[in-house]
């Protein structure tokens, strides 16, 4: 597996979690996932640090602890006024290596002077020292998480022994946004992906790159966000200091 030279590495760890499943959102109803998705991971690195001059990959994640399940009754929030109850199969008491970097965003020509890799991955392995900018949560809101820096592939997995790998079959992958989009196809539009992960030993799961997924659902028309002076600072915002390597 390639490390990039601004990569990041990091554990996040919580008592629940929940990546749905698509299917089982009809209802009201969700199932998780046994694995985190794409989209889940990216969330919680962007939420350790993120611009708009910047767009993430997460590269592979290690599940350290054994894969367990755990069903709730949840009241969901309903908006014509009734009294609902669902049930939630969340997973319980999880704890994840990630490993991601990053990539110049080329949809935003307009932050070209912002494009300083030594500045970023700073900040971004500060972030991950701090526990990230934002709130962390694996998933969804209700389920708080936190993180820490590790080094991929150190310290010990519950499945570090299992023998072979495990396939997990047809799976969501992420959402690509026409603000990420770097496919022709894919020019301002919103895109679904989807995948087939593999387990290997260890709990390792390399993801493929969003473009890389050969199975996608287009769903709405959208334009690309432009930035400049008068709706973002990140320009001008750190000192000679800051930028060093």
């Not at 698509?22 to 009201?28: L, Q």
């Not at 109803?29 to 611009?51: D, F, M, N, Q, R």
């Not at 008491?93 to 890799?117: G, I, K, M, S, T």
């Not at 593999?198 to 050969?214: A, D, L, N, Q, S």
Request: with cysteine; aromatic share 14%.
């Amino acid at each position: 597996m390639e490390k990039y030279r601004n990569t990041i590495e990091f554990e996040v760890y919580g008592k629940y979690a929940l990546f749905a499943d698509p299917v089982t959102r009809v209802g009201g109803e969700k199932s998780s996932y046994h694995i985190p998705t794409y989209e889940a991971l990216k969330g919680i690195v962007e939420s350790i640090y993120w611009k708009p001059t910047l767009m993430w990959i997460v590269d592979a994640v290690r599940v350290m602890r054994p894969i367990q399940t755990e069903t709730k009754g949840v009241r969901p929030l309903v908006y014509n006024g009734g009294n609902e109850l669902a049930y939630y199969t969340y997973l319980k008491d999880v704890c994840y290596q990630v490993r991601a970097h990053f990539e110049f965003n080329p949809n935003h020509p307009e932050l070209e002077a912002d494009r300083n890799e030594h500045k970023h991955h700073n900040i971004a392995k500060r972030m991950v020292n701090r526990g990230g900018r934002r709130d962390i949560f694996l998933g969804t809101r209700d389920c708080q998480a936190f993180v820490e820096p590790c080094t991929f592939g150190e310290g010990q997995s519950y499945y570090d022994s299992m023998p072979g790998e495990l396939s997990y079959g047809f799976m969501y992958h992420g959402i690509t946004y026409a603000d990420e989009a770097v496919l022709p196809e894919e020019k301002n539009k919103m895109t679904v992906n989807f995948w087939r992960p593999v387990m290997k030993t260890g709990g390792i799961i390399e993801f493929i790159r969003p473009e890389e997924c050969t199975e996608k659902r287009f769903v709405k028309e959208m334009s690309v966000k432009q930035f400049g002076g008068q709706n973002f600072s990140g320009l001008k915002e750190f000192t000679g200091e800051e930028v060093a390597d």
